[in-house]
């Protein structure tokens, strides 16, 4: 167990809906990151937020947001789902002054129908 | 732009042999190197790392070499066991953004 956590864990939706991921990070740690993973896919970078602001901005789609909020938890939003974003959402938190090292939530899956 | 190539995609090794994963990076400012292990369905987990100002980590089984003048580093498992079949994924950063490579599936052999 990482410490970060992530919910739902499944979630089923249909196209155009939108849907909210949460992600709370470890204990201490002001940075979180946003990540999809595709089946059979690597990992990609979608948003990174530092102690509420916006810190960095991967292949993140418009129809993305986030947000990271004073307690630290973050959400992510998808809006006008479609079917290819269907997909493991991975939020990863790292603690202050080591910013690289990231350690990663359980996920939630996405499936679009 | 910022690139990570990883090499091989699917590695099959005999149980109690060796296994390397090899990674490119394209941006020669970046200085921290992860190593994720993934299991199916599961999260990315971190089994080792490596600065830029070390050549060399080694931990158990697990190795990482790093070549900052040819901007490759690598993954080494020695005494592969079954639990070790996984997707191991390697990353590069500099700080602001981390970049990850497309994944190794590596299959224990019996």
């Known amino acids: 167990d990482s410490g970060v956590t992530q919910t739902p864990k499944h979630l089923i939706t249909a196209t155009g809906q939108r849907v909210t991921l949460r992600c709370s990070p470890r204990s201490g740690d002001l940075s979180v990151y946003w990540y999809q993973q595709s089946l059979d896919q690597g990992l990609q970078f979608l948003i990174q937020y530092y102690n509420g602001e916006e810190r960095a901005k991967g292949n993140i789609l418009e129809r993305f947001s986030a947000q990271q909020f004073p307690d630290l938890h973050s959400e992510l939003n998808l809006s006008s789902l479609e079917l290819g974003d269907s997909a493991l959402y991975f939020c990863?938190?790292?603690?202050?002054?080591?910013?690289?090292?990231?350690?990663f939530g359980p996920g939630t899956r996405l499936t679009v129908l | 732009g910022e690139n990570v190539e990883q090499h091989p995609s699917t590695l099959s090794v005999q149980e109690g042999d060796s296994a390397v994963i090899k990674c490119t990076y394209s941006d020669s400012a970046s200085n921290y190197f992860p190593w994720y292990k993934q299991e199916l369905g599961k999260r990315p987990q971190l089994i080792i790392d490596?600065?830029?100002?070390?050549g060399e980590k080694k931990d158990q089984r697990i190795a990482v070499t790093l070549n900052k003048t040819a901007k490759h580093f690598s993954l080494h498992i020695t005494e592969t066991q079954p639990e070790d079949s996984a997707v191991y994924f390697c990353a590069a950063s500099k700080g602001d953004k981390i970049i990850f490579g497309k994944g190794t599936r590596l299959h224990i052999l019996p």
């Open positions: 490596i600065r830029s100002n070390v």
């Open positions: 990863a938190s790292s603690p202050p002054g080591i910013a690289d090292t990231q350690y």
